[in-house]
């Protein structure tokens, strides 16, 4: 507005808000470079932030080069010697040693001089009985044993005999006597005991089938029994379904699709809104199996927008269950629920798997 004025207004009377963004003016000479100001307080320091996640470890470098041998040290001086140490126990005695060898028999003494005949026996003496033996005398020592033959010569085969003819058979001999039995029938023996019965025989074949008998009298009618009390009664409704979940960090305050489906014969499940509906009154049972990744997850059972059960799952890779059994009438609604956009870590993946299932239990009356 300022710059449609007939008569433009000087720079010193332009509010300090108005910035001349769209002038068509001529620019003027860029101007001298000002000194630097003077540095601002310090700021205050920010919050601090979250603790990242780890990284992976990272990949193991090559094996350097094998450095150069260093150079051979000089010889050191020779140490001194060192104390001598105090003196050691007695050690145990040892073991015994082996027996020695047995040394070499030792050599044949010299003969002896021959014996003195005495005087008496020069005289011509009479044979008398001979004396008594003397007593013997000490064993002498072993001689030198000889050296052993030269053994003989092996004799010469002897020649073979000639063979013998063989004999001839003998003569059969004649035929002997008919022996004559005179024997007699002797007396009758007394009965001897009853022996232990005897092992028991095979089973014998089946007989021949008898004549067809005769029909017997039909028996009267019984009375009619007493009325039993009514059975179960056997429900003709069914209902289940069973869906996965495809979609990974579903949008809060919406009900969670499931679309992957398992089981849905009714079609009571609307795998595109996550809702299913009641098709009668009765019990039912719902469960759900989730997992959790990358964020925490906070998720509960919705009946018509009220709360019936939660379930929060914090860990990294972790599992939520819960199983729960509950009344509906016809038509109400049921479904899975996350709590906000920090709370929506619902996962599933090529090994892990998010599932939402119910059923019809049974209806409140058979028809």
């Excluded at 059969?172 to 009758?188: F, I, S």
């Excluded at 809060?252 to 009668?280: D, K």
């Excluded at 906000?340 to 090994?351: C, I, L, R, V």
Aim: contains cysteine; charged residues 20%; aromatic residues 6%.
């Amino acid at each position: 507005v300022l710059m449609e004025a007939p008569v433009p207004p000087s720079i010193e009377s332009v509010p300090w808000f108005c910035f001349c963004m769209h002038c068509k003016g001529t620019s003027g000479p860029k101007g001298d470079k000002g000194d630097m100001g003077l540095p601002g307080p310090p700021g205050s320091p920010g919050r601090r932030g979250f603790t990242g996640f780890r990284g992976s470890r990272g990949f193991i470098g090559r094996q350097g080069l094998k450095g150069q041998k260093g150079e051979t040290g000089e010889k050191g001086d020779q140490g001194r010697n060192g104390w001598h140490g105090a003196k050691g126990d007695m050690g145990l005695k040892g073991d015994k040693g082996d027996q020695g060898r047995d040394g070499l028999p030792g050599g044949r003494g010299p003969q002896g001089m021959p014996g003195q005949c005495p005087a008496v026996c020069n005289g011509v003496g009479r044979l008398e009985e001979p004396g008594l033996a003397g007593p013997a005398g000490e064993k002498g020592e072993s001689g030198i044993v000889g050296p052993p033959g030269v053994p003989g010569q092996k004799g010469d085969q002897g020649e073979m005999g000639p063979r013998g003819e063989p004999g001839l058979n003998g003569t059969k001999g004649d035929q002997g006597e008919q022996g004559v039995c005179e024997c007699t029938d002797g007396h009758k023996g007394p009965q001897g005991e009853v022996g232990p019965p005897g092992p028991q025989g095979l089973k014998g074949e089946p007989g021949p089938k008898g004549d067809e008998g005769v029909h017997g009298h039909m028996g009267e009618k019984g009375a009619t029994g007493d009325r039993g009390i009514p059975g179960p009664c056997s429900p003709t409704v069914q209902s289940a379904f069973s869906a996965s979940l495809r979609d990974i960090n579903p949008r809060p305050n919406l009900p969670v699709p499931f679309t992957e489906v398992n089981y849905n014969l009714q079609n009571h499940y609307n795998p595109q809104s996550g809702i299913y509906m009641a098709p009668v009154n009765g019990t039912y049972v719902f469960s759900y199996h989730l997992c959790a990744n990358s964020k925490a997850l906070t998720v509960g059972l919705f009946r018509d927008y009220k709360s019936i059960v939660r379930s929060t799952q914090l860990d990294d890779l972790g599992k939520v269950s819960q199983m729960v059994v509950l009344h509906l009438s016809a038509g109400e609604r049921l479904w899975l629920q996350v709590k906000d956009s920090n709370t929506n870590g619902m996962y599933a993946g090529p090994e892990s798997s998010s599932t939402f299932s119910g059923f019809l239990l049974y209806p409140d009356a058979c028809d």
